[in-house]
């Protein structure tokens, strides 16, 4: 399915870019995100006459994302967790649970599709975290986990 681009998206084009998708990807995120229009004619002069507005709003949320990018840089968040004997955790840290400590401890609001694991949090010890905050930014930080004092 041909659609025609609304903003700059990784890995698939640039704001006017006409690329072609599959149909659930371009109907079920693309289309109601209001990230892509399907490519018929008037849609594709709608977008040329709409380009440099949007080109706008890109600058400005590119803006906004080397804002929160530089205040994340090397930051390192800190987990307490209940752990085995063998140092592992009950379950993982999972990305809505680091938005959700970003937003308490910096008042910086991260959605959890944001954030890209490198590999599960599963144990105890210092992890990687990138952040996608733009199609062309990312942010670096840090995930501390220990163990959490057991009260018996």
């Known amino acids: 399915m041909k659609v025609v681009l609304l903003e700059n998206l990784r890995k698939l084009g640039n704001i006017g870019e006409i690329i072609n998708v599959k149909r659930g990807y371009a109907r079920n995120f693309l289309i109601p995100q209001k990230k892509a229009l399907f490519a018929s004619e008037n849609n594709v002069k ?45 379950g993982s840290v999972k990305p809505t649970e680091i938005s959700k400590l970003i937003f308490e401890e910096d008042k910086i609001e991260i959605k959890p599709s944001m954030i890209q694991l490198v590999k599960e949090i599963k144990s105890i010890g210092n992890f990687k975290v990138k952040i996608d905050l733009h199609s062309e930014i990312q942010a670096e930080i840090n995930i501390k986990v220990e163990a959490k004092e057991n009260t018996q």
Do not use: G, P, R
Request: aromatic fraction near 6%; glycine fraction near 0%.
């Open 46 to 90: 709608e977008v040329e006459k709409i380009k440099s507005d949007l080109n706008k709003k890109d600058l400005e949320k590119k803006k906004a994302a080397k804002d929160i990018a530089e205040k994340l840089k090397n930051k390192t968040f800190e987990f307490k967790k209940l752990v085995t004997e063998n140092n592992e955790l009950y």
